[in-house]
Protein backbone atom coordinates (compact mmCIF):
# COMPACT_ATOMS: atom_id res chain seq x y z
CA UNK A 1 0.00 0.00 0.00
CA UNK A 2 0.99 3.48 -0.56
CA UNK A 3 -0.34 6.61 0.23
CA UNK A 4 0.00 9.62 -2.04
CA UNK A 5 -0.35 13.49 -0.47
CA UNK A 6 -0.95 16.35 -3.29
CA UNK A 7 0.01 19.57 -2.17
CA UNK A 8 0.51 23.18 -3.69
CA UNK A 9 -2.54 23.83 -5.68
CA UNK A 10 -4.71 27.39 -5.11
CA UNK A 11 -5.53 30.09 -6.80
CA UNK A 12 -3.59 32.23 -9.55
CA UNK A 13 -4.12 34.61 -11.94
CA UNK A 14 -4.04 33.64 -15.94
CA UNK A 15 -0.41 33.53 -16.79
CA UNK A 16 1.09 33.01 -13.67
CA UNK A 17 2.52 29.58 -12.00
CA UNK A 18 2.02 26.93 -9.86
CA UNK A 19 4.60 24.14 -8.23
CA UNK A 20 2.42 20.93 -7.44
CA UNK A 21 4.19 18.11 -5.36
CA UNK A 22 3.16 14.20 -4.94
CA UNK A 23 4.82 12.73 -1.77
CA UNK A 24 4.90 9.33 -1.67
CA UNK A 25 4.62 6.47 1.43
CA UNK A 26 7.27 4.67 0.30
CA UNK A 27 9.81 4.39 -2.95
CA UNK A 28 8.84 5.59 -5.98
CA UNK A 29 11.67 3.73 -7.71
CA UNK A 30 10.13 0.75 -8.12
CA UNK A 31 6.77 1.74 -10.16
CA UNK A 32 6.67 1.64 -13.98
CA UNK A 33 4.94 5.18 -14.69
CA UNK A 34 4.77 8.26 -12.32
CA UNK A 35 2.41 10.89 -13.51
CA UNK A 36 -0.21 13.61 -13.09
CA UNK A 37 -3.67 13.63 -13.93
CA UNK A 38 -6.95 16.30 -13.71
CA UNK A 39 -10.46 16.34 -13.78
CA UNK A 40 -12.47 19.65 -14.50
CA UNK A 41 -16.28 19.48 -13.74
CA UNK A 42 -17.83 17.65 -15.95
CA UNK A 43 -14.92 16.29 -17.67
CA UNK A 44 -13.45 12.97 -17.55
CA UNK A 45 -10.50 12.63 -16.03
CA UNK A 46 -7.33 12.96 -18.54
CA UNK A 47 -3.56 12.69 -18.90
CA UNK A 48 -1.56 15.90 -17.71
CA UNK A 49 2.08 14.87 -17.71
CA UNK A 50 3.92 10.99 -16.79
CA UNK A 51 7.17 9.94 -16.58
CA UNK A 52 7.18 6.05 -17.81
CA UNK A 53 10.93 4.23 -17.19
CA UNK A 54 10.10 1.81 -20.54
CA UNK A 55 9.01 5.03 -23.03
CA UNK A 56 10.50 8.45 -21.47
CA UNK A 57 7.96 11.81 -20.61
CA UNK A 58 4.72 12.52 -22.26
CA UNK A 59 2.14 15.26 -22.20
CA UNK A 60 -1.13 16.19 -22.71
CA UNK A 61 -1.20 18.04 -26.11
CA UNK A 62 -2.68 21.05 -24.10
CA UNK A 63 -0.10 21.63 -21.81
CA UNK A 64 3.19 20.74 -24.14
CA UNK A 65 5.73 23.30 -23.43
CA UNK A 66 3.59 24.76 -20.45
CA UNK A 67 3.93 22.36 -17.71
CA UNK A 68 6.95 19.81 -16.67
CA UNK A 69 7.57 16.95 -14.76
CA UNK A 70 9.78 16.16 -12.40
CA UNK A 71 10.42 13.25 -9.99
CA UNK A 72 12.82 12.99 -7.18
CA UNK A 73 13.36 9.07 -6.30
CA UNK A 74 15.80 9.94 -2.76
CA UNK A 75 12.71 12.68 -1.60
CA UNK A 76 10.30 10.08 -3.03
CA UNK A 77 8.49 13.33 -4.72
CA UNK A 78 7.42 13.86 -7.90
CA UNK A 79 6.39 17.55 -9.07
CA UNK A 80 4.35 19.51 -11.89
CA UNK A 81 5.70 22.72 -12.55
CA UNK A 82 2.77 24.72 -14.34
CA UNK A 83 3.84 27.32 -16.31
CA UNK A 84 1.74 30.12 -18.49
CA UNK A 85 -1.60 28.91 -16.83
CA UNK A 86 -5.21 29.34 -18.08
CA UNK A 87 -8.88 29.57 -17.43
CA UNK A 88 -9.21 26.30 -19.05
CA UNK A 89 -6.30 24.57 -17.08
CA UNK A 90 -8.92 25.04 -13.54
CA UNK A 91 -9.73 21.32 -12.43
CA UNK A 92 -8.49 18.76 -10.07
CA UNK A 93 -5.32 17.76 -10.15
CA UNK A 94 -4.10 13.60 -8.96
CA UNK A 95 -0.90 12.36 -8.80
CA UNK A 96 -0.58 8.52 -9.89
CA UNK A 97 1.94 6.03 -9.61
CA UNK A 98 1.31 3.00 -11.54
CA UNK A 99 2.69 -0.62 -11.19
CA UNK A 100 2.19 -4.17 -10.41
CA UNK A 101 -1.09 -1.76 -8.53
CA UNK A 102 -2.42 1.63 -9.38
CA UNK A 103 -2.28 4.45 -6.62
CA UNK A 104 -4.15 7.77 -6.52
CA UNK A 105 -3.92 10.76 -4.48
CA UNK A 106 -6.38 12.83 -3.08
CA UNK A 107 -6.06 15.54 -5.39
CA UNK A 108 -5.27 19.29 -5.01
CA UNK A 109 -7.99 21.77 -6.44
CA UNK A 110 -6.08 24.71 -8.94
CA UNK A 111 -7.92 27.37 -10.10
CA UNK A 112 -6.85 29.74 -12.85
CA UNK A 113 -9.16 32.68 -12.31
CA UNK A 114 -8.68 37.00 -12.91
Known amino acids: QVQLVESGGGLVQPGGSLRLSCAAS????????VGWYRQAPGKERELVARINRSTGTDYGDSVKGRFFISSVSAQNTVYLQMNSLKPEDTAVYYC????????WGQGTQVTVSS
Open 96 to 103: NLDGRFSY
Open 26 to 33: RSIFSFNA
